[in-house]
């Protein structure tokens, strides 16, 4: 304790040079806690919309359903299970033809009145005898469709019978999940189930909190974490790219301890001979200087936190805005990330920073147990 | 002067070394970085620019309209021609035709009938010239999972995932089935020579790469491709010089334009990347300056530590008489040298080690789980102009200032006090 | 009460004693189909941007088998595309191998016209898959043709209903257009150019347009065409496709 006060003193009584250290060290404290909170952020933003949009608490797929190859969709659907939690969607191939143009897309049966998914499916409610479709922007732009436009709709029944009708366009949604926007249009289930004579059929079907687990023959369960695997690899693939710049500023900061470190050693060789002389051992003179190096650390939390936890707290709350732009990962990026600090981020970051700190304090330091009390008093050798 | 200084800072490594050591590092570092976020922030766009978008592409405005569904029937023409003449207009661009098709891929028994069968998604590029830079573009080399590259035409590379879909070996031939530029019939042979992954799912489904020779032949689009890419030289994208070059090149066009005329994007005019661009700019900036302002300090205190260093010199030298005034001015030369020193070691390092990473990356793949995503798991610095000159900012003024700083104690020294400290 | 009977007779007439509609299409069946046919024809493509004629030669047997064999551009040369009930084989001679057109491909369309597989493979008789009603007379290119409204009588197939206009002399459709379920015009058929050829009406020239997509459809030309010649069992066989 002892040595730690007196670490402390010698610290402050730097004055500029150790606020510099600080400074610097401070940064790199709260780089790493605002990086890491901002990619936490994102990740449960980004998961966080792909349950509400597309993958629910999981899915159950029909055993012939590729979402990859929409050429399975011709076989990949059956009666739906009547378990409990889940919404079925049916998918069927069909063709659009915005201004003579003609454009695959899928048609995604859902039940207008569903509150599984995020999906605007109240505008499918059907009102009078138009058939009302949603689609999400990016689809809408690449069809050059708008909210309230008609457009020929053409797909086949389950016996392959060509069936065609004009649809209304009730809504264009936006949201920032592709994957239940790009390529597809989607449509009342009851309607589809109608429009191609597979009543009660669909191809998946989505769980909510109180499906129970169970898949019925013919079906297979994915897990919610299993569809959200691609997330977490790209969350994880950042976190990597960005540790790097932040680990250079680590980098840097303990670069200046170290120096200081050197400089505090030179200069106080007779402080450390009188140390010594008093009785003190070399290790606890290294122990001293140590905790002198390491303390920097300390102070930079302390006033990391002075100017960190506000700003950090805002950004918390005002979110950071993204760019749009078209991901063709197919990840959701929200117009606004709202950034997340851990506990654990916060403790590790702690510990890292400490560590290091105390580290690279040490390194100098070991050159005191080669001093000779005697040469130390006079201030010579090193 | 000068010459005696560096002499000093030469002869005398225990005063001069340590901190020359550190500015180098801490400019070294700056340098590093400075390439590392252009890379790191850069990469989606450099994706997009790899893959899809080109620094500046070319198609036809009817393609453009319907580029999701490769309409290959409206892909543009006279395509040599056109290369010809960019190279002419702008010899240190690479100029490049790529063409991305459908069909399905099938693989035949012994007997020659269908064994197996699956749709495919293709990408043709120039695989075989000898100076082609589209290996490299779209790392190919580095996705081979089985196999190896095709050496000769007739040869092609299919996603791993799909190869194992249609049970095929590399060495095994497969034919492709689609239809050509115009429509008709198209059957093609390829040997499958390597696999692939790409790390998108989609893309790893049913993805076959092949020479743009063979796809020529194989869609009947003899001089024709989809879409022709432009790359800057060195592989970087100049935003200024894209958009300033789209607008030559479309002014030019425009007046014999119909919908099957070249017209030319720049990279931010496609996928939504302006957006994204001017973002990541702003980013970037804002952590470099984050940094050097962080090094400044660093570099600060180094200065005001290899100022204090040196006090008992400075006593000596004012116990001999010479003036307070020379004595600081010779302090701050001094500064200025190591200063230059550190900062040009430092930038060579950082350019040098810079150099070594953009070209052969860091790979991050065995840190990130291996589901593939069409993500780089491999990290690039981007050297840009700025990495040339952004560390003599923290590495010549801080070690100015923090000597400046230092050096106002030599004007406090009271003669007295120095035999004091020089008893020893 | 005379004028009210003349009207009353007028309109009676006027809604014509119609004859029966299977009896035309049987007529049309007796003047179409043949033991078997030989033909030669070409196939014009009018794309968004050029337009290409394709020659080719066929053999059929009945509408389970046939076999066509693609002469000329060059390009096209030997290609050969079996049928065989309902399954596809095409032949490529660049390639050298065959390939079995199954399942969605089926749904493609051939050479880039408005045709698909599916519609060149279709071989039951209309009779067997609709119920045919004469529905009206119209005048078409000078020729007095009965309107026939087929409305599909079994499940499976592409097209729910077909208006047909048949030549009323000849027994030879002139017109053909294809609905959706829900009475969307999807495709139409131009019949022309007829000729006699051994004693039986043919018309030489088929038009087809996709009427979703703009565009000006596919000229189908029957050059020359042969019926019930001898035609060599062996040629509807896989091991004829390489020859």
Known sequence: MLTFKLALKNLLGAGLRTWLNVAVLSFAFVLIIFYNGMIDGWNEQARRDTIEWDVGQGQLWHTDYDPYDPFTLQEAHGMAPAEAGLMPVLIVQATIYPEGRMMPVRLKGIPARQQTLALPTEALVPAGDETRIILGKRMAKSAGLAEGDRVLLRWRDQHGTFDAREVVIAQVFDTNVPNVDAGQVWIDLAVLQEMTGMPGEATMLVADQTYAGSAPEGWAFQTQDQLLTEIDTVIQSKKVGGSITYLMLLLIALLAIFDTQVLSIFRRQREIGTYIALGMTRREVIALFTVEGGANSLLAMAVGAVYGIPLMAWLAQAGIPMPAATDNVGLAVAEKIFPVYGLGLVLGTVALVTVAATIVSYMPARKIAYLRPTDALKGKIL | ?424 | MKTFFMAFLLLFLGSGPYPDADEILAKVDANMSARNRVFESTMTIHGRRNSRTITSRSWSEGDARSLTEYLSPAREAGTKMLKLEDRLWIYSPISDRTIQISGHMLRQSVMGSDLSYEDMMEDRKLTDLYEAEVTGEETLDGRATWVLTLTARVEDVAYQTRKVWVDQERFIPLKEELFAKNGQLLKRTELSDVVRVDGRWFPRTVLYKDMLKDGKGTEFHISEIKFDTEIPEYLFSKAALKQ
Do not use: C
């Open chain 2, 1 to 424: 002067m000068i010459h005696f200084l560096l002499k000093g800072i030469l002869r005398d490594p225990k005063r001069s070394r340590l901190p020359i050591i550190v500015v180098s590092i801490g400019v070294f570092l700056t340098v590093l970085l400075s390439t590392w976020l252009g890379g790191v922030f850069g990469d989606m766009v450099d994706m997009n620019a790899r893959f899809d978008t080109g620094h500046v592409k070319i198609m036809t405005r009817a393609y453009a309209e319907n580029s999701a569904q490769l309409p290959n029937d409206l892909a543009l023409l006279g395509v040599n021609d056109l290369i010809d003449s960019l190279e002419t207009v702008y010899p240190d661009m690479d100029w490049t035709p790529r063409i991305r098709f459908g069909g399905l891929i099938d693989v035949p028994d012994e007997e020659g009938e269908t064994r197996a069968q699956g749709p495919a998604g293709g990408l043709a590029v120039d695989l075989l010239s000898p100076d082609t830079r589209e290996i490299e573009r779209l790392d190919i080399r580095g996705s081979l999972v089985r196999g190896r590259m095709p050496e000769t035409q007739g040869e092609a590379l299919i996603s791993d995932a799909f190869a194992q879909k249609l049970d095929l070996e590399p060495g095994e031939a497969i034919t492709f089935f689609g239809s050509t530029m115009y429509g008709s019939m198209s059957f093609y042979n390829f040997t499958v020579v390597g696999t692939i992954r790409f790390g998108s799912v989609a893309m790893d489904r049913g993805t076959i790469i092949v020479d743009i020779e063979d796809a020529r032949q194989a869609l009947d689009m003899e001089d024709a491709a989809g879409e022709v890419l432009g790359y800057f030289a060195g592989g970087r994208y100049d935003d200024a010089r894209a958009v300033a070059l789209r607008s030559a090149f479309n002014a030019e066009i425009g007046e014999r334009g119909d919908e099957f005329a070249p017209e030319m994007l720049a990279l931010r005019d496609q996928n939504d990347l302006a957006g994204m661009m001017d973002y990541m700019d702003v980013v970037a900036e804002l952590f470099v300056f984050i940094f050097v302002g962080a090094m400044a300090v660093v570099l600060w205190n180094t200065g005001l530590l290899g100022g204090l260093r040196r006090y008992t010199e400075f006593g000596i030298r004012l116990a001999l008489g010479e003036a307070k005034g020379a004595i600081y001015r010779s302090l701050l030369m001094e500064a200025v040298l190591i200063g230059l020193i550190g900062s040009v070691i430092g930038t060579l390092a950082g350019l040098g080690l810079s150099a070594v990473i953009q070209h052969y990356g860091l790979d991050f793949g065995s840190m990130v789980p291996n589901t593939g995503m069409m993500l780089p798991t491999v990290y690039r610095t981007k050297i840009t102009a700025q990495a040339f000159y952004i560390g003599f900012f923290p590495g010549v003024l801080s070690m100015l200032l923090g000597n400046a700083l230092a050096g106002i104690g030599i004007y406090k020294r009271q003669t007295a006090q120095l035999f004091k400290e020089l008893e020893v």
